[in-house]
T-cell receptor
Framework: DQQVKQNSPSLSVQEGRISILNCDYTNSMFDYFLWYKKYPAEGPTFLISISSIKDKNEDGRFTVFLNKSAKHLSLHIVPSQPGDSAVYFCAASANFGNEKLTFGTGTRLTIIP | ETGVTQTPRHLVMGMTNKKSLKCEQHLGHNAMYWYKQSAKKPLELMFVYNFKEQTENNSVPSRFSPECPNSSHLFLHLHTLQPEDSALYLC????????????????FGPGTRLTVL
């Protein structure tokens, strides 16, 4: 049973528009959420995180929103750039820790020039 | 070298071979991890080492044998693998426990693409 779900395997967005990637989780013990970005032939790299005491965290073009009641988080990228084309993984952990991360299956984002 | 490095980057082996994957982290972290990524599946945590002690083994078959000689190096010894073990194997490291920065994360290596024939 997948505890972290990314239901969209792929997403295409025009350059300059907003990209919205979604993630749902089922484990109510999760209190720390992360987004990773992965290019081909490279390992995942950390992008942004949010703890359950917040509902929004912003870092430049990237904003993560957390809706605890819906057990849903989303990553907004605006404006989208060609270099944002990658696979994005959502991950979650309990106890605000980074030791045991549970990952989703990823969403492949393609930015169309 | 910086960050987390993994060798080899690609490995093809037969089911009767014995091989090892190597991971090295240059970040001064105290925890290291092995993950498996198969096509269309989430990253699966295999093993966790915290201060060189194994703290997690996620029901991984014994044909995968980890070794952590020190906090900077992690190995995954492979023997009598099956074709379904073909996957991308990722190593990661992080700082955990008291003194770890809040909101810190795991840092990944580039992975070893393993093909078992």
């Amino acid at each position: 049973d997948q505890q972290v779900k990314q239901n969209s395997p792929s997403l295409s967005v025009q350059e300059g528009r907003i990209s919205i990637l979604n993630c749902d989780y089922t484990n109510s013990m999760f209190d720390y959420f992360l987004w990773y970005k992965k290019y081909p032939a490279e390992g995942p790299t950390f992008l942004i995180s949010i703890s359950s005491i917040k509902d929004k965290n912003e870092d430049g073009r990237f904003t993560v929103f957390l809706n605890k009641s819906a057990k849903h988080l989303s990553l907004h990228i605006v404006p989208s750039q060609p270099g944002d084309s990658a696979v994005y993984f959502c991950a979650a952990s309990a106890n605000f820790g980074n030791e045991k991360l549970t990952f989703g299956t990823g969403t492949r984002l393609t930015i169309i020039p | 070298e910086t960050g987390v490095t993994q060798t080899p980057r690609h490995l093809v082996m037969g089911m009767t071979n014995k091989k090892s994957l190597k991971c090295e982290q240059h970040l001064g972290h105290n925890a290291m991890y092995w993950y498996k990524q198969s096509a269309k599946k989430p990253l699966e945590l295999m093993f966790v080492y915290n201060f060189k002690e194994q703290t997690e083994n996620n029901s991984v078959p014994s044909r995968f044998s980890p070794e952590c000689p020190n906090s900077s190096h992690l190995f995954l010894h492979l023997h009598t693998l099956q074709p379904e073990d073909s996957a991308l194997y990722l190593c990661a490291s992080s700082q955990v426990g008291a003194g770890a920065p809040s909101g810190d994360t795991q840092y990944f290596g580039p992975g070893t693409r393993l093909t078992v024939l």
